[in-house]
């Protein structure tokens, strides 16, 4: 067995926690401090493309500015040599224990107090970037973290758009940038994402907490995106009797196809699905409520 690399002398990379198209995330070792870290590495034969590691590096800035326990941190960035003297960035961010929601999601849905509850969350984390000027453009179950105390974290902004940065949602080849299934009309369209993108992906996200799949399913990424420009998903209720009127209001706004007619704000989004989540039955209230004050 090889022994584990170590990057910038500090850094040791330990086993593979996912892969993606643009880079590959180890858990790691801060041999100076002494502590777990999770170290992503950009894939080598992205390294050679400076737009990419611009972009790169602009995640790293960009959630470095969003101080929030919803958010995942970043502690260090980087540059390693490989043995083919390719320069190889890196970012070392905060370790987050626990699962993803996509992992949550393979035994189906979630009960309605606990995807309440990782909903305000991930509505949370997206108030204070939204506040920051920070679109993620890329909100979906395996973005999203439950660590063992219950807890969201929203991580990968690898994709995000800051400021000025004029939005597209297309990399320079026309590739769309995000997943089909969580995808806004506007992106679809090859538009510019502002917060209300966000907020359709994120009303993408409760639809599957609450029902074990996405809005709009297909063959293939194309037929997806045209049903996310074209129709409406099938309401919440038909797929679980006990979900309320107000809930699938709430659905219903969050993934209008005009971004006018959306929620204007996380916050905004966060308070209708609580007023909805309160119209259900005592039993469901409660734990409801307990499960968002937890």
Same mark, same amino acid.
């Given at each position: ?93 905060? @370790? ?6 996509? #992992?949550?999601? &393979?035994?189906? =849905?979630? /009960? $309605? !107090? ?115 420009? @074209? ?6 209720? #038909?797929?679980? &009797?006990?979900? =309320?009127? /107000? $809930? !699938? ?46």
């Amino acid at each position: 067995m090889n022994s584990p690399r170590v990057l910038g002398g500090r850094y040791e990379l330990r086993e593979v926690l996912g892969r993606g198209g643009m880079a590959v995330v180890h858990l790691g070792r801060d041999l100076r401090l002494g502590r777990q870290v999770a170290v992503k590495v950009l894939h080598a034969d992205l390294a050679r493309d400076p737009l990419v590691r611009s972009r790169f590096r602009r995640e790293a800035q960009t959630v470095a500015v969003l101080d929030d326990p919803r958010i995942v941190s970043v502690h260090d960035v980087g540059e390693h040599v490989d043995d083919g003297g390719a320069v190889i960035p890196f970012i070392v961010m905060e @370790h987050v224990a626990g699962q993803s929601l996509r #992992a949550r999601l &393979r035994d189906g =849905a979630l /009960a $309605l !107090d606990e995807a309440v509850a990782h909903q305000v969350g991930v509505l949370s984390a997206l108030e204070i970037s939204h506040r920051a000027g920070v679109i993620h453009r890329d909100i979906k179950p395996a973005n999203v973290m439950v660590t063992p105390e219950g807890r969201i974290k929203v991580v990968d902004f690898g994709i995000a758009r800051v400021g000025g940065d004029p939005g597209s949602t297309a990399d320079r080849t026309g590739v769309l940038l995000g997943t089909a299934a969580y995808l806004s009309p506007e992106q679809v369209r090859g538009g510019t994402a502002d917060a209300r993108s966000d907020l359709y992906s994120a009303g993408c996200l409760l639809y599957e907490l609450l029902t074990g799949r996405p809005p709009f399913v297909g063959d293939d990424a194309l037929a997806v995106a045209y049903q996310h420009v @074209h129709e409406n998903p099938v309401p919440v209720s #038909a797929h679980r &009797r006990e979900v =309320a009127p /107000a $809930l !699938d209001a709430v659905l219903r706004r969050a993934l209008a196809k005009d971004p006018g007619t959306r929620f204007p704000s996380a916050r905004s989004f966060r308070e209708a699905l609580l007023s909805a989540a309160r119209s259900m039955t005592p039993a469901d209230d409660a734990r409801t409520t307990a499960a968002v004050a937890a």
